[in-house]
């Protein structure tokens, strides 16, 4: 497997409802639809601990997994420019786990898709940009949240304080330099 650090940012392609949003609604473009952050290597297991907050049967919110639970050739992985990985790739992926217990963020959902259907209702046709919906963040996450909300604590947030993160704003920051492709 390739030599991620902490702090990095994985990104998985998606399909069904969220990835035809992720493709269809929002600018810009992308088939990434589920993000989470590495944390730590696993050298018995060549593998990858990973902090995500998932949607489940049971509310599950944030949790930690296994790289190898996803199929690589669905992986991306990003490392923000610019950064200290022996220090601050390593505090931002710690500092997510203050939300260890964060349920999943199905509010902020519904209130995605309602302020879709407001734009179609108002004639703004999409595609939307990230910024374009009311966000305030709260102690629930979704995995973009999550993601985002690991470098913002160490002052380094991947989109800006006060816009939504979806994955238009990851795509967003690969596009603009502040996030570079480490995989593939």
């Known amino acids: 497997m390739k030599d991620f650090h902490s702090g990095d940012v994985f990104a998985v392609r998606g399909k069904g409802i969220f990835g035809w949003a992720c493709r269809n609604l929002f600018t810009p473009t992308t088939d990434r639809v589920h993000f989470g952050i590495i944390y730590d290597y696993v050298e018995e ?7 995500e907050s998932i949607i489940g049967s049971t509310n599950k919110g944030m949790t930690v997994g296994r790289l190898s639970t996803y199929n690589m050739d669905d992986i991306e992985v990003y490392r923000v420019a610019g950064s200290d990985w022996e220090n601050l790739g390593r505090r931002a992926a ?4 203050k939300y260890g217990r964060a349920p ?3 509010l902020l959902l519904i209130k995605v898709v309602f302020s879709c259907l407001r734009f179609l209702a108002l004639g703004k046709l999409p595609p ?12 629930r996450l979704i995995c973009t ?3 985002n909300q690991a470098w913002a604590m160490v ?6 304080q006060g816009v939504v993160p979806l994955p238009a704003g990851f795509k967003q920051a690969l596009d603009t330099g502040k996030l570079l492709r480490v995989y593939p």
């Open 94 to 97: 710690t500092s997510l786990t």
């Open 155 to 160: 002052g380094k947030p991947i989109i800006p």
């Open 45 to 51: 297991d060549k593998d990858y601990i990973i902090l």
């Open 128 to 139: 939307w940009k990230p910024e374009h919906i009311p966000y305030a963040g709260d102690s």
């Open 104 to 106: 999943y963020d199905h």
């Open 145 to 147: 949240e999550a993601a």
